[in-house]
């Protein structure tokens, strides 16, 4: 029996994870998969409801679970609530609790989806990367942090920027295993010319790529590698880098994707995984039926593959996405005005993805 939790959130992550539920009960019920999922609040609606971005009920559900489907939190509505209380620490509080140290985020252009792309059509075709983000340690968590009084009436902004070589060690050996099933690259980005944190980060990914020395390792410094990943998208194949720098990489990989609402993401610790799309709650279009699920649905992909090692059932969802976008389906997002096209709203997007599958 498998055991899921599902937390929405708030915003499009309800309507897209709706959608992603519905592929995936599908998809088990046609397969005659047991499993059950267990639902609760996280982010904004849970602190509508509770006073808090997620309780410890909804901490417990995570944690007796396999897996864990996440959709997006956030909105404007409690923006002005202090850090601990936004929704967005629901995120990082699962992050932490559930030592999701790696973030898999793949970031692919489907050749429909070329001219969604603001960069040249021979520049981003045959783009197919996968950005291995560590997420657990690094600036985001490191103490001290805060912002302090000084005694001449200024203040002070303090983060820490740390890793240790447990943590750069079991990050690196998760990048190389992916190569192994990719073209063999890793590509290792820092800023170890300034930071030596990060020059800690270089030596420790070095000595672990002596275990794979079918792999090739090279290093390259985050802004060169922000600037290359206009330049030249298609070069890269797997890249390793820390949380921050991950964070804001895979952003700018998702403009090369054509939009954010395609690309999907995975957090590990070994196989227990939580499964979300990487974009947020997206307010500007937040219940009017205008979201793409599709970043959503092919994270519940990403869930069968790394979870439950149910590749062929992955690969079903994969090749049904990539027939809907042949077939001309698009959302706002996505959406061209090319010849054969159709504009659809998120719900049409999820069922022409069923549909797919039952044939
Ligand atoms: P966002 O990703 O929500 O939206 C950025 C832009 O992309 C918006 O114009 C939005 O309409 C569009 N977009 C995003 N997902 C889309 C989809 N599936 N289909 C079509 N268009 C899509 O980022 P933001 O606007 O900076 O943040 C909004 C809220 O989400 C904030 O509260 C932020 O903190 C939160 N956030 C949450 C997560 C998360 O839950 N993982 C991630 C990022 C931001």
């Given at each position: 029996?498998?055991?899921?939790?599902?937390?929405?959130?708030?915003?499009?992550?309800?309507?897209v994870?709706?959608e992603?539920?519905?592929?995936?009960?599908?998809?088990?019920?046609?397969?005659?998969?047991?499993?059950?999922?267990?639902e609760?609040?996280?982010?904004g609606?849970?602190?509508?409801?509770?006073?808090?971005?997620?309780?410890?009920?909804?901490?417990k559900?995570?944690k007796?679970?396999?897996?864990?489907?996440f959709?997006?939190?956030g909105?404007p509505?409690?923006?002005?609530?202090?850090?601990?209380?936004r929704?967005?620490?629901a995120?990082?509080?699962?992050?932490y609790d559930?030592?999701l140290y790696?973030?898999?985020?793949?970031a692919k252009?489907?050749?429909?989806?070329?001219?969604?792309s603001p960069?040249k059509?021979?520049?981003?075709?045959?783009?197919?990367?996968?950005?291995v983000r560590?997420?657990?340690?690094?600036?985001y968590f490191?103490q001290?942090?805060?912002?302090?009084?000084l005694?001449?009436?200024?203040?002070?902004?303090?983060?820490?920027?740390?890793?240790?070589?447990k943590?750069i060690e079991?990050?690196?050996?998760?990048?190389?295993?992916?190569?192994?099933?990719r073209?063999?690259?890793?590509?290792?980005?820092?800023?170890?010319?300034?930071?030596?944190?990060?020059e800690?980060?270089?030596q420790?990914?070095?000595?672990?790529s002596?275990e794979?020395p079918?792999?090739?390792l090279?290093n390259?410094y985050?802004?060169?590698c922000?600037?290359?990943l206009?330049?030249?998208?298609?070069?890269?194949?797997?890249?390793?880098?820390?949380?921050?720098?991950?964070d804001?990489l895979?952003?700018?990989?998702?403009?090369?994707?054509g939009?954010i609402?395609?690309?999907p993401s995975?957090s590990?610790n070994?196989?227990?995984?939580m499964y979300?799309?990487?974009h947020?709650?997206a307010?500007d279009?937040?219940?009017?039926?205008?979201?793409?699920?599709?970043?959503a649905?092919?994270s519940?992909?990403?869930?069968?593959?790394?979870?439950?090692?149910?590749?062929?059932?992955?690969e079903?969802?994969e090749?049904?996405?990539?027939?809907?976008?042949?077939?001309?389906y698009?959302?706002?997002?996505?959406?061209?005005?090319?010849a054969g096209?159709k504009?659809?709203?998120?719900?049409?997007?999820?069922?022409a993805v069923?549909e797919?599958?039952k044939?």
């Amino acid at each position: 029996m498998i055991k899921l939790a599902l937390f929405a959130g708030d915003g499009i992550g309800t309507e897209v994870a709706g959608e992603a539920v519905n592929v995936l009960k599908f998809l088990f019920d046609s397969n005659s998969v047991r499993y059950e999922i267990e639902e609760d609040l996280v982010g904004g609606a849970s602190y509508d409801e509770y006073k808090k971005p997620i309780t410890e009920k909804a901490l417990k559900i995570a944690k007796d679970a396999d897996a864990v489907i996440f959709g997006a939190v956030g909105g404007p509505k409690w923006e002005s609530l202090p850090i601990e209380l936004r929704p967005e620490k629901a995120l990082l509080t699962l992050r932490y609790d559930l030592e999701l140290y790696a973030n898999l985020r793949p970031a692919k252009i489907y050749d429909e989806l070329i001219d969604a792309s603001p960069l040249k059509k021979d520049v981003v075709q045959g783009t197919d990367m996968m950005i291995v983000r560590e997420l657990t340690g690094g600036i985001y968590f490191g103490q001290p942090r805060g912002i302090f009084d000084l005694e001449d009436g200024q203040k002070k902004g303090v983060n820490t920027l740390v890793y240790t070589t447990k943590e750069i060690e079991r990050i690196a050996k998760i990048a190389f295993e992916i190569s192994r099933k990719r073209r063999k690259k890793v590509l290792s980005v820092d800023k170890a010319n300034v930071l030596e944190c990060t020059e800690l980060w270089r030596q420790v990914v070095a000595r672990v790529s002596k275990e794979y020395p079918d792999v090739e390792l090279t290093n390259m410094y985050v802004d060169n590698c922000s600037m290359q990943l206009i330049r030249q998208p298609k070069s890269f194949d797997v890249i390793v880098t820390t949380n921050m720098f991950g964070d804001i990489l895979s952003d700018e990989s998702s403009m090369v994707a054509g939009s954010i609402g395609m690309l999907p993401s995975a957090s590990l610790n070994g196989k227990k995984g939580m499964y979300e799309p990487i974009h947020g709650s997206a307010p500007d279009i937040a219940g009017q039926n205008k979201a793409n699920p599709i970043a959503a649905i092919l994270s519940v992909a990403m869930m069968l593959r790394y979870s439950f090692d149910m590749d062929n059932l992955a690969e079903k969802i994969e090749v049904a996405v990539g027939k809907v976008i042949k077939n001309g389906y698009r959302t706002a997002d996505i959406y061209s005005n090319a010849a054969g096209t159709k504009l659809v709203g998120t719900k049409e997007m999820g069922r022409a993805v069923i549909e797919e599958l039952k044939k």
